[in-house]
């Protein structure tokens, strides 16, 4: 019995060592308690946002030791939101906000500067109307406050089965809406309908040699600026009184006259692609904003872009680290790539936009128009005297002038006279 006790307690010690040697080793699991978790808002509609996500996603898992935590916030309360949160001290560690609220932000002490952060080549691989949407002027020197992944800005957009050749120039435009214009049927059809608001046609100021500031921020508006400023003025309200286009200061009559599909051709931001894909389908046409026959300039509408911004209270190492992952990840090449196909603007260059980035060619051919448009673009001011001075200012030129209630003369004069109370230098 001893024997046989013996060779059972032999025979179990071979199994254990056999078994120990044979089995694969395997690797612990990762200590949860060892990543390092961001809190990430923004206000991405549902479908982008679900994109977003899934970038999201695979940053998390190329990078096990970072985290990133997505919070979906409203678009209107979004930066009062992020101001608040992180003046009591908390709010997530990044933001995903239009580069206009840049300037609210920063007087408000939220965000961290990026200057250290993003490299001089990083930003160089940008388009670079994005780039100069991101920075904000603090104590007279431009500062970079957010990494622009998109951007947003104007072009014609245009029914193909209608228009075979795209306008060059808006006179060949204004010729080719009034001759597809019909005011006979009921309803009427408009070659041409074309929201007057000051966004859309601000890049033709530039083009007729207007200008508000000069390179040194000095108002110029009512000097040298001003015989630009004053035909830009003159034009539009010629365009605001010819019957055979559509013309006008109400935004609502012109959507809705595309949507009712009463419209051929247009002028809006990129951010609106998808809806004159629902309107025309795979007939829509996207082409850079026709210039002005024997002015000097091209149309340079604004740039605008979205950004991811860092809370100013983000001071350690390995946040900032993390952070600083993010942000790069969410320029590479694939990452753009994929916003692309979600029908956002790349900011990044190395995307060529080739036949092989995308496989809608409709889409495709509109990403190389909005890029060809940012490129002649300015970008959008994000200063908050910028926002609640300037822009209120020049509409309320704008709509007297184009209304008939001003002169174009009498309205550059007192927009001219209030910027340089505002602006006085010291």
Do not use: K
Not at 5 to 18: A, H, P, S, T
Not at 26 to 36: F, G, H, I, V
Not at 275 to 282: M, P, T, V
Not at 305 to 322: F, T, Y
């Amino acid at each position: 019995m001893r024997r046989q006790f013996l060779f059972r307690r032999l025979l179990l010690l071979w199994l254990l060592v056999w078994t120990s040697c044979a089995a694969p080793p395997t690797s612990a699991p990762p200590d949860q308690s060892d990543r390092l978790t961001l809190r990430l808002w923004h206000a991405w509609p549902a479908t982008e946002g679900r994109v977003l996500q899934a970038l999201v996603d695979q940053f998390n898992q190329t990078y096990p030791q970072w985290q990133i935590s997505v919070q979906a916030r409203p678009a209107v309360t979004l930066p009062m939101d992020l101001a608040t949160a992180v003046s009591e001290g908390g709010g997530p560690h990044l933001a995903i906000v239009q580069s206009h609220t840049l300037g609210l932000l920063v007087s408000a002490g939220t965000l961290r500067p990026l200057d250290d952060i993003i490299s001089a080549s990083e930003l160089n691989s940008l388009i670079p109307a994005a780039v100069g949407a991101a920075r904000v002027t603090v104590a007279d020197q431009p500062a970079l406050f957010g990494l622009p992944i998109s951007f947003d800005t104007l072009a014609l957009y245009y029914n193909r089965a209608n228009v075979l050749q795209p306008p060059a120039t808006f006179e060949e435009l204004l010729s080719t809406g009034r001759a597809l214009t019909d005011r006979d049927r009921t309803p009427p059809v408009w070659g041409l309908a074309y929201n007057l608001s000051l966004d859309r046609t601000i890049g033709y100021l530039y083009a007729f040699g207007g200008r508000v500031f000069d390179e040194n921020g000095a108002v110029v508006l009512g000097s040298s600026g001003r015989a630009g400023a004053e035909r830009w003025l003159a034009w539009l309200s010629e365009l605001y009184r010819d019957e055979q286009v559509l013309a006008t200061l109400d935004g609502v009559v012109v959507d809705r006259v595309l949507q009712a599909r009463e419209a051929i051709m247009t002028i809006d931001w990129a951010h609106a692609q998808a809806e004159y894909r629902a309107i025309w389908n795979d007939q829509l046409g996207v082409t850079p904003l026709p210039g002005i026959s024997g002015a000097d300039y091209s149309p340079q509408p604004y740039v605008q872009a979205d950004v991811i911004v860092m809370n100013a209270r983000l001071s350690s190492q390995a946040e900032q680290a993390a952070a600083q992952a993010f942000m790069r990840f969410m320029i590479e090449v694939n990452s753009q790539r994929t916003l692309l196909a979600a029908g956002r603007q790349p900011t990044q260059l190395a995307l060529q936009l080739s036949d092989t980035d995308l496989d809608d060619q409709v889409q495709l051919g509109a990403a190389r128009a909005f890029r060809a448009q940012a490129q002649q673009g300015l970008p959008m001011p994000a200063e908050r005297l910028a926002n609640e001075v300037v822009w209120a200012t020049l509409a309320d030129m704008q709509l007297s002038a184009v209304r008939g209630l001003l002169t174009p003369e009498q309205a550059v004069t007192i927009a001219d006279e209030i910027l340089r109370s505002r602006f006085a230098p010291p």
